[in-house]
Nanobody, 115 residues
Framework: QVQLVESGGGLVQAGGSLRLSCAASGSIFAINAMSWYRQAPGKQRELVAAITSGGTTNYADSVKGRFTISRDNAKNTVYLQMNSLKPEDTAVYYC?????????WGQGTQVTVSS
């Protein structure tokens, strides 16, 4: 089993920055990719960014140029650097790990951007 713990969320003014962290533990040897999703009240959960074991990254169009996903394989930790934040970025952000045994999710961390 894989366990994920997110941290780094909070309240920030529009135009500010936050850095989210996701630490993985357990049976992590089979993880092929990690990603960040977000979900606002009344909306469907959406993919924000992903990074594969080979280092390939993918971003939602709404965050390209503002967010950066990175991964420290030695520490089994993934990060999401969020710059130039907008009120529409407000959501609960979830870390996910994708393995040959299934998908695993963190508990989520709240990000609130005020105008």
């Amino acid at each position: 089993q894989v366990q994920l713990v997110e941290s780094g969320g909070g309240l920030v003014q529009a135009g500010g920055s936050l850095r989210l962290s996701c630490a993985a533990s357990g049976s992590i040897f089979a993880i092929n990719a990690m990603s960040w999703y977000r979900q606002a009240p009344g909306k469907q959960r959406e993919l924000v960014a992903a990074i594969t074991s080979g280092g390939t990254t993918n971003y939602a169009d709404s965050v390209k140029g503002r967010f950066t996903i990175s991964r420290d394989n030695a520490k089994n930790t993934v990060y999401l650097q969020m710059n130039s934040l907008k009120p529409e970025d407000t959501a609960v952000y979830y870390c996910a790990a994708h393995s040959t045994w299934g998908d695993y999710w963190g508990q989520g961390t709240q990000v609130t951007v005020s105008s």
